[in-house]
């Protein structure tokens, strides 16, 4: 049973265009949401991150969505850039836990 | 500041072997924990280890173990192997009051045939 679903599992944008990445949950007790992005042969780093007390967190190009309502979120990538090329991965934790729950990954293509 | 180092990078072992990976911790961290990452899948969480004891463990086995060394390095053993455990190990170190500031390291990926 996948608590955290990308159903997209890849995306291509022309260059200074937005990239939309989507993420969706199922346990109700998830409360902290992170992005972390992966470049071939690399570990994943951290990108940006939400609490389930906010709906929305912005740091530079990028901005993650959360609707807590729906079990969504999304992370907004504006302008992308060929740089930005790479698999995306939505992560949730429930309780301050220690364990992160990942999506499948969406691979992103911005297209110069 | 030195990040993530994971050895080896690669890794072919048969059916029924045992593996140790190996990782070291980014300087000032005091948590690590382990992740599997089968191809196409994104990371599922192993266990988690502080102050040289487990923290936390996912739905694994086992024959999934771990220790944490004084200096917060790690080992990651993992005993009879299955062809399904085939897949990239990522090793992940953070400050235990960082919340989720983990910092990967780039990963080994061990081959079972």
């Known amino acids: 049973d996948q608590q955290v679903k990308q159903n997209s599992p890849s995306l291509s944008v022309q260059e200074g265009r937005i990239s939309i990445l989507n993420c969706d949950y199922t346990?109700?007790?998830?409360?902290?949401f992170l992005w972390y992005k992966k470049y071939p042969a690399e570990g994943p780093t951290f990108l940006i991150s939400i609490s389930s007390i906010k709906d929305k967190n912005e740091d530079g190009r990028f901005t993650v969505f959360l609707n807590k309502s729906a079990k969504h979120l999304s992370l907004h990538i504006v302008p992308s850039q060929p740089g930005d090329s790479a698999v995306y991965f939505c992560?949730?934790?429930?309780?301050?836990?220690?364990?992160?729950?990942f999506g499948g990954g969406t691979r992103l293509m911005v297209k110069p | 500041e030195t990040g993530v180092t994971q050895s080896p990078t690669h890794l072919i072992k048969t059916r029924g072997q045992q593996v140790t990976l190996r990782c070291s911790s980014q300087s000032g961290h005091n948590t690590v924990s382990w992740y599997q990452q089968a191809l196409g899948q994104g990371p599922q969480f192993i266990f988690q280890y502080y102050r040289e004891e487990e923290n936390g463990r996912g739905n694994f086995p086992p024959r999934f173990s771990g220790l944490q060394f004084p200096n917060y390095s790690s080992e990651l053993n993992v005993n009879a192997l299955e062809l399904d455990d085939s897949a990239l190990y990522l090793c992940?170190?953070?400050?235990?009051?960082?919340?989720?500031?983990?910092?990967f390291g780039s990963g080994t990926r061990l081959t079972v045939v």
């Open positions: 992560a949730a934790s429930a309780n301050a836990g220690n364990m992160l729950t």
């Open positions: 346990n109700s007790m998830f409360d902290y």
């Open positions: 992940a170190s953070s400050l235990v009051d960082m919340g989720y500031g983990y910092t």
